[in-house]
């Protein structure tokens, strides 16, 4: 299955990695993780905009959390090209193995590891609560590389983002770790 996986995601991952643009950075642009930190370095460093701090965010186990019916949904409006492999390999249980048990424990969410579709699955399950998080532009930019994201505003501008994170990433099970958030303030 991971050869054919392999296949599709050669095929038509560009499809993807066009839809998700700048907005979700795993869907495969070349170097833009880079172009990204260098973005929010200049915005914050250096003095260029409004930016007063750069909070960075991870979601939790988000790979395993993620809502495989909401993400084979929005794959298949924003990725039609592979959906139907999409859904052909995501449609059932998964069967996890687990050391000492002698039952598998089936999972109905979430990517499965090994799977070279996961990332771009990941990226198309997550490209709608990315881009409703965007509103409004004039806020600062947002950065997101698969369940890594960034905002760079004013600190007030900065909490709302949070704040709506948490609201809507529920939604397509997106938990931002509550303890974990990193805040970097600079100017006065």
């Known amino acids: 299955m991971r050869i054919m996986g392999k296949a599709m995601s050669l095929e038509t991952g560009f499809d993807l990695e066009r839809e998700c643009g700048e907005d979700q950075l795993c869907a495969g642009i070349k170097g833009g993780i880079e172009a990204a930190i260098h973005a929010v370095s200049g915005l914050f460093d250096c003095g260029e905009g409004e930016a007063e701090c750069v909070l960075a965010v991870d979601a939790k186990n988000a790979f395993n959390n993620l809502s495989r019916p909401a993400a084979l949904w929005n794959a298949r409006q ?16 998964a069967a996890l193995c687990l050391g000492g048990e002698k039952e598998p424990l089936c999972s109905q969410e979430g990517t499965t590891q090994g ?6 699955m990941y990226a198309a399950g997550t490209l709608p609560l990315v881009r409703s998080l965007k509103e409004p532009a004039e806020q600062g930019p947002q950065m997101w590389f698969a369940d890594d994201s960034s905002k760079c505003s004013s600190l007030e501008q900065a909490r709302e983002w949070w704040d709506k994170l948490g609201e809507k990433g529920c939604r397509t099970a997106i938990f931002p770790r509550q303890a974990r958030p990193s805040w970097w303030c600079g100017r006065g």
Do not use: K
Request: hydrophobic fraction near 45%; proline fraction near 9%; glycine fraction near 4%.
């Open 78 to 93: 924003l990725w039609p090209r592979a959906s139907r492999f999409l859904f052909n390999t995501y449609q059932g249980h």
């Open 115 to 120: 799977d070279p579709m996961a990332m771009l």
